[in-house]
């Protein structure tokens, strides 16, 4: 099993960033890739950014040039850092890792972008 806490959410205006951080825990060797989605109610859930254990990104293009995906593996960390924010980037934020038997995901951290 997995854990993974997400924390740094919140409201910014239009224009300003936030960083999101989400840790790992427990069978952590296990983890392949890690990245961040985001939904609205009602939504599917989307791809925000991932990256996998050798440093291969993807982004959506939607955020491309403005958030920015870091890992620390040795601490089971993932980071998304969002500059430039929009009002269309309001969502909950969600982690997840992937292992060669599951994908597993946080409980999600809202953010609020004020126009």
Do not use: H
């Not at 806490?5 to 989400?22: A, F, I």
């Not at 296990?30 to 990104?57: C, D, F, H, L």
């Amino acid at each position: 099993q997995v854990q993974l806490v997400e924390s740094g959410g919140g409201l910014v205006q239009t224009g300003g960033s936030l960083r999101l951080s989400c840790a790992a825990s427990g069978f952590t060797s296990k983890i392949n890739a890690m990245g961040w989605y985001r939904q609205a109610p009602g939504k599917e859930r989307e791809m925000v950014a991932t990256m996998t254990n050798g440093g291969s990104t993807n982004y959506a293009n939607s955020v491309k040039g403005r958030f920015t995906i870091s890992r620390d593996n040795a601490k089971s960390t993932v980071t998304l850092q969002m500059n430039s924010l929009k009002p269309e980037d309001t969502f909950i934020y969600y982690c997840n890792a992937i292992t060669t038997s599951r994908i597993y995901w946080g409980r999600g951290t809202q953010v609020t972008v004020s126009s």
